[in-house]
């Protein structure tokens, strides 16, 4: 069993609906959580972490983390085309970061 | 600021030739790494630097993969000889003394082998 899983997709949504990408995990030691955006033939990009259960929003973004659960979301709202995307949930513990295997998203206008 | 620079973006070999990566890490940051993505899958962690240090190169395939971070800098990686498997694409990483342990990485665009 990996210790990342991902929901795998792909998931195609219509312009403004609201997206769920979804990660779990069995290490109780990971300390950080992060989601990165990796457009096509780019490297990943950083959009959120945190650290804590809990909601934390940046713009159209919202990171939900359960510890108890072991489960982390992204929500994306107002989906745009331009959030076409793979999606890479990660965790990390004592520095190093596992990544799961990413969900491509195609948001069509 | 510059980000993380990575060369070649493109290589194509055929198997049991060398190759070597590039990588020069956004300036000032002390953490390097590099990472491995097959086609579908997440980055796969290679080797780790703390400055020139390799702390963490436990999945790195010794018998055919080095790397080196002279002066603590840039870094190169190669792999001789390739085989048919070590197509994927190489990304670089770097992050600064605050952001090693969040996990907070900047990655390069990646370096595509193709091997034959």
């Known amino acids: 069993q990996k210790e990342v899983e991902q929901d795998p997709g792909p998931l195609s949504v219509p312009e403004g609906a609201i997206v769920s990408l979804n990660c779990t995990y069995s290490?109780?030691?990971?300390?950080?959580f992060m989601w990165y955006r990796q457009y096509s033939r780019k490297g990943p990009e950083l959009l959120m972490y945190?650290?804590?259960?809990g909601n934390k929003e940046d713009g159209r973004f919202t990171a939900q983390v359960d510890k108890s659960s072991k489960y982390i979301s992204l929500f994306i709202r107002d989906s745009q085309p331009s959030d076409s995307a793979t999606y890479l949930c990660?965790?990390?513990?004592?520095?190093?970061?596992?990544f799961g295997d990413g969900t491509t998203l195609t948001v069509k206008p | 600021e510059a980000g993380v620079v990575q060369s070649p973006r493109y290589k194509i070999i055929e198997k049991k030739q060398p190759v070597a990566f590039w990588c020069n890490p956004i300036?000032?940051?002390?953490?390097l790494y590099w990472y491995r993505q097959n086609l579908g899958q997440g980055p796969e962690l290679l080797i780790r630097?703390?400055?020139?240090?390799?702390?963490?190169d436990s999945q790195l395939p010794k018998d055919r993969f080095s790397a080196e971070r002279l002066k603590g800098v840039d870094s190169t990686l190669k792999i001789q000889p390739a085989e048919l498997g070590d197509s994927a694409v190489y990304l670089c990483?770097?992050?600064?003394?605050?952001?090693?342990?969040?996990?907070?990485?900047?990655f390069g665009e990646g370096s595509r082998l193709t091997v034959l």
């Open positions: 990660a965790y990390t513990n004592a520095g190093k970061s596992t």
């Open positions: 300036s000032g940051h002390n953490t």
């Open positions: 630097y703390e400055n020139e240090e390799a702390v963490d």
């Open positions: 990483a770097s992050s600064s003394r605050g952001t090693a342990n969040t996990g907070e990485l900047f």
């Open positions: 945190t650290y804590s259960s």
């Open positions: 290490n109780s030691a990971f300390q950080y």
